[in-house]
């Protein structure tokens, strides 16, 4: 998603860095044919840089923060992780520790690439959400601010994502149960008798999910922390969060067969 980012702020004429220390091959390869400046480490990368935006999977998220401040980075830092909106208010902090200001970020949708679109919600000073907000100006990341502060654009996501992925992790569990129970040609008359679209939901479930469950799973936990921060029950995410950490063998993986994906759930 990050490398996508970058590539659509290089059409628009700005400078992209990255920090290439202890990435993989595939990545390397993407940041060069994108035309990313590698940067040892991000001390390196955030000097006399006017916007960090940070992308990576949610786990890592403050410790990214944590970073950038300690590297003295005195501008405007756009955290764009999945992570819960005390998450986000806690980055906020960090970085104005260190005298920058940070815009809360939310990404909805695939990488933008191959004709893709996706969506960027921002929240926080209005001013620095403007700022973020013309970076993207004419490109397939249609930016959408909302009237709320750091936190929002955040919360935004997690509800998004608490239905789109923990959706999918209950389909895949339920799947899972009726495989163990010996019972899915029961179930997949049910299906195709009341629900004919859900066959085909479940094969995207698989397919789609296994690849990156490793990231789902900090992602899943984030949700049930926000839905816990305002009185809800985690416990819906916080099992969706142990589905995807049962497919972390999937990581990556381009030909995924979704009645394997089943099976490692129950084992």
Sequence with gaps: MGSSLGAVLITNGHEVRWVAADRSDSTHQRAKADGFAAMDDIATGVMGAEVVLSVCPPEFAGDVAHQVADAGFTGLFVDANAVSPDSARGAASTIAGAGATMVDG?????????????????????????????????????????????????ATKMAFAGWTKGSSALLLAVRAMATAEGVTEGLDHAWQTMLPHLSEQLRRAAVGSAPKAWRFEAEMREIAATLDSVGLPAGFHEAAADVYARLAEFRDSTDVNPDEVIERLTH
């Design 106 to 154: 939310g990404i909805i949708g695939p990488p933008v690439r191959g004709g893709a679109r996706n969506l960027l919600y921002l929240s926080g000073d209005a001013n620095d959400v403007a700022t973020v907000a013309r970076l993207f100006d004419g490109t397939p990341v249609e930016t959408v601010v909302l009237d709320a502060p750091i936190g929002g654009a955040s």
